[in-house]
Nanobody
Framework: QVQLVESGGGLVQPGGSLRLSCAAS??????????MGWYRQAPGKQRELVAH???????TYADSVKGRFTISRDNAKNTVYLQMNSLKPEDTAAYSC??????????WGQGTQVTVSS
């Protein structure tokens, strides 16, 4: 069974940056064949897929973060990252890592809180 553990959340001012990490374990095959993604959910709002990266490293982004966030993966470290720049208050949410074979959603981390406020 795959376990995902996020880290890197915190409190930042508008315009600031954070890098989230998601470390995967529990599979002898690692993450190289898995789709990986970052979701976020703010209170009272629907969970949103923020960024996705395929096994071929092709990234996709929600329109709300396009140009500001970058997803990447280091398969040797079984880790996926989300670099978040030019953060806005509306980026405030609980961010969760997800993974799966062919699509995300099969495995989930516990989440890490990102708060953007002055």
């Amino acid at each position: 069974q795959v376990q995902l553990v996020e880290s890197g959340g915190g409190l930042v001012q508008p315009g600031g940056s954070l890098r989230l990490s998601c470390a995967a374990s529990g599979s002898i095959f690692g993450i190289s064949d898995m789709d990986m993604g970052w979701y976020r959910q703010a209170p009272g709002k629907q969970r949103e897929l923020v960024a996705h990266i395929s096994p071929s490293r092709t990234p996709t982004y929600a329109d709300s973060v396009k140009g500001r966030f970058t997803i990447s993966r280091d398969n040797a470290k079984n880790t996926v990252y989300l670099q978040m720049n030019s953060l806005k208050p509306e980026d405030t949410a609980a961010y969760s890592c997800s993974a799966g074979y062919g699509r995300v959603g099969s495995y989930w981390g516990q989440g890490t809180q990102v708060t953007v406020s002055s």
